[in-house]
């Protein structure tokens, strides 16, 4: 939750920030929605796997018709994995992903009104985002005898619970990453500008869908407690696909060679601010009355 607040607080800060600084004209106010998918342990083919809704809300400042920064929040899912007959592995997995950054981006032509301007432009963006995870898995549980869903980084489904295991550490559901991608706009009249982009998120984690390494085996997990049992089944789920089977120790589970991406495409929307405020204003935004 606090991660989220602090999301929501720089987002008002700079709009402030900006407001304050009598660049209305140069900015804007947008938001925006599309879909996010992965690329991981569980899904090796593309990023054009199972996608699902997201959502964003973003501040852009236009330094000049070629450069513009923008700062961005953003919020939807990821899952992935399939039952696999012939590794017998079986997982799968499903986790919110709430980002926030700052990107540069730039237009290929001079974008704007009037003069040798364009009203429409293709554009590369870059930049860098803080983003928070939780892989979660659903499993039937016996005890309500109804699907429940488990958070699986507290349970150390790769050992990294187990003193047998130092090494394996547990990693942090707060991650940087680097997004990049390509986008277009339009100007509609003089105050709006609509765009549609796709961007891929570059990740240093490997732990998006709680898969990277090697089987550990559910001796080790099984410590007695609720939380440990669950943790044997969560991490080798080959038997309810063959019954009986379990992957032994040492077996890859992952590839840690890796790490794990998730991409965000979307269409938005975004006002310029001197026109919005002199609109909730009442008042026209060329002659101040």
């Not at 920030?17 to 991981?40: P, R, T, W």
């Not at 928070?132 to 507290?154: G, I, K, M, R």
């Amino acid at each position: 939750m606090r991660f989220r607040h602090l999301i929501l607080f720089g987002m008002i800060a700079l709009t402030l920030s900006v407001s304050a600084q009598g660049f209305l004209d140069k900015n804007y106010l947008g938001i925006g929605g599309g879909g996010m998918n992965y690329q991981g342990d569980l899904n090796k083919q593309s990023l054009l796997g199972k996608v699902n809704l997201a959502g964003e809300l973003f501040v852009r400042h236009d330094f000049d018709d070629r450069w513009s920064l923008k700062i961005s929040t953003a919020y939807g899912h990821i899952e992935g994995g399939n039952p696999d007959k012939e590794s017998l592995r079986n997982l799968s997995f499903r986790s919110s992903i709430w980002e926030a950054g700052a990107h540069i981006e730039f237009n290929f032509v001079p974008f704007g009104q009037g003069g040798k301007h364009y009203r429409t432009t293709p554009y590369l963006f870059c930049g860098i985002n803080f983003f928070h995870f939780n892989p979660t898995a659903q499993y039937f549980d016996s005890v309500s005898q109804q699907q429940q869903w488990a958070e699986l980084q507290p349970l150390g489904t790769e050992g990294q619970n187990s003193s047998l295991y130092p090494d394996r550490l547990r990693y942090s559901l707060n991650q940087i990453a680097i997004p990049f991608g390509l986008g277009f706009r339009a100007l509609i009249g003089k105050d709006i500008v609509v765009a549609m982009e796709y961007g891929f998120r570059k990740t240093w984690t490997d732990y998006l869908d709680d898969v990277s390494t090697t089987y550990v085996g559910k001796e080790v997990l099984e410590n007695g407690t609720d939380a440990g049992r669950l943790a044997a089944i969560l991490a080798d789920r080959s038997d309810e696909v063959q019954s009986g089977y379990v992957n032994a120790p040492g077996i890859k589970r992952g590839d840690d060679s890796l790490n794990d991406w998730y991409a965000f495409f979307n269409l938005s929307i975004s006002i310029r601010m001197e026109f919005l405020f002199g609109w909730m204003k009442g008042k026209d935004c060329e002659t101040g009355k």
